[in-house]
């Protein structure tokens, strides 16, 4: 995996917030996008910052994603709602990822993290805007 950069302090208060299962996930999930941005060439640099309370990473080829906890109290990876990157994952991996809705992944506690899917996932919401 990448080298994964200290989060801003905000964004650290925000993760050190949330129950430890949860906080790891979600750190689990941050190193995913740090690795993704690293190792796709097409990615610019990865700004994180804090958005409606939850650790945000932007880059200029793709859509916003956020990090945090889905209605239904699991950690979840969030895109934009009006993306595709939510119904295109549902298309590709059906049952093998669970969704909330047109903009979130819901990340399964307590079982082997998808981390192939996932990874896709994110590189897609980070490469966005390059689709043709």
């Given at each position: 995996?990448?080298d ?7 964004v650290?208060d925000a993760l050190?917030g949330m129950?430890q299962p949860?906080?790891?996930?979600l750190?689990?999930?941050?190193g ?11 990615v ?9 309370g939850?650790?945000?990473?932007v ?10 906890v889905?209605?239904?109290?699991v950690?979840a ?13 549902r ?11 047109n903009?979130?992944?819901l ?10 899917a996932?990874?896709?996932v ?11």
């Amino acid at each position: 995996m990448a080298d994964i950069p200290e989060p801003p302090t905000q964004v650290a208060d925000a993760l050190d917030g949330m129950p430890q299962p949860v906080r790891n996930a979600l750190h689990h999930l941050r190193g995913l996008i740090f690795d993704v941005a690293a190792t796709s060439p097409a990615v610019g640099a990865v700004t994180e910052t804090l958005k409606w309370g939850q650790p945000s990473f932007v880059v200029p080829t793709g859509t916003p994603v956020r990090l945090g906890v889905s209605k239904s109290g699991v950690p979840a990876l969030f895109v934009h709602c009006q993306t595709t990157v939510v119904s295109d994952a549902r298309a590709v991996f059906g049952t093998d990822l669970s969704f909330e809705g047109n903009r979130a992944v819901l990340v399964p506690m307590g079982e082997p993290f998808p981390d192939a899917a996932l990874r896709q996932v994110i590189h897609a919401a980070l490469t966005y805007r390059l689709k043709p």
